[in-house]
């Protein structure tokens, strides 16, 4: 079956999966990486993706174009899917759904 799914004004994806659970699936992990629909610190639905290149590895994260915030996204090592980093190394939630002010001491550099 195909699917349409429309997760903002900007984006809108088409999936196609052979049944219920698989269109689920790919639902799921579309919702998990693009329906973030603002920013965690001003709310702002004025976001953006972004990749940096740092050193040979990618960083892939959303930034909010109003204040700077950003939502940095883990890489599973299997299967190459993204996941958004709101837990810190402890697996304790971080404040604001993960979102934060860059700083120098950020690890995620
Ligand atoms: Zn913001």
């Not at 579309?30 to 610190?41: D, H, K, T, V």
């Not at 939502?71 to 709101?86: D, I, M, S, V, Y």
Request: hydrophobic fraction near 30%; glycine fraction near 10%; proline fraction near 2%.
């Amino acid at each position: 079956m195909k699917v349409k799914y429309k997760v903002s004004d900007k984006l809108e994806f088409e999936l196609e999966g052979s049944g219920q659970k698989e269109v689920f699936k790919e639902l799921a992990l579309i919702q998990e990486i693009f329906g973030e629909e603002y920013c965690g610190l001003c709310k702002s639905h004025n976001l953006k993706f972004v990749v940096r290149n740092v050193e040979g590895n990618d960083y892939y994260e959303l930034r909010c174009s109003e204040c700077g915030a950003l939502l940095a996204f883990g890489q599973h090592k299997k299967g190459g899917t993204l996941f958004p980093k709101r837990k810190d190394d402890d697996g304790n939630y971080l404040p604001n759904k993960g979102w934060h002010k860059w700083s120098k001491d950020s690890k995620d550099k």
